[in-house]
């Protein structure tokens, strides 16, 4: 499982805002950053690997407290399409704490895995006296990334900043 926490602590300024802020400001920045986080939810949606749905089905967008909202991807194999594997791991400097924990596989068979790759190869009309050689490339030399939380992450947080920039210096103009 993959996550990402979108949320306000890092901005000292707003943070002194929001000590003599109303309700209405803590929940206009909530919507600000739930707005982002569905930004940042559509933008994985669109940029998952498709064949069977199962990825771009498990991106999903959870309130975690006011103005914290948690992006994340429960299938097992999300990080390693995420970041790549073996010797084509690609892991984006803001990643790298988060990219870590999935270092070592996924604990599964190696049955498991030719069966998948035997799957994999039955949907794409590929004979399946291929999978094996296939399996055993992707051992040898692992999968490209393929990344969809990192441009969802970038997208989001884009949006985020502007967003809140913007109300920051609205907030002031009308103070």
């Not at 000292?12 to 109303?22: I, P, V, Y």
């Not at 399409?81 to 010797?87: D, I, P």
């Amino acid at each position: 499982m993959i996550s990402i926490t979108i949320d306000t602590s890092g901005l000292t300024e707003l943070e002194q805002m929001l000590k003599d802020a109303s309700k209405q400001v803590i929940s206009d920045l909530d919507a600000i950053v739930r707005a982002a986080g569905e930004t940042s939810l559509a933008v994985a949606k669109r940029e998952s690997p498709v064949d069977q749905g199962i990825l771009r089905n498990a991106n999903n967008l959870q309130k975690v407290e006011p103005m914290s909202y948690k992006l994340s991807n429960n299938s097992p194999h999300a990080p390693f399409l995420e970041f790549g594997t073996g010797k084509k791991v690609d892991i984006p400097e803001d990643f790298s704490e988060l990219a870590i924990q999935f270092k070592g596989g996924n604990g599964g068979s190696f049955e498991e895995g030719l069966q998948a790759i035997k799957d994999w190869c039955n949907r794409k009309g590929i004979p399946e006296e291929a999978s094996y050689p296939i399996f055993i490339s992707i051992l040898n030399n692992g999968i490209t990334a393929k990344p969809f939380l990192w441009p969802a992450y970038k997208e989001g947080r884009k949006q985020l900043i502007q967003d809140v920039t913007d109300y920051v210096n609205n907030f002031r103009i009308n103070e």
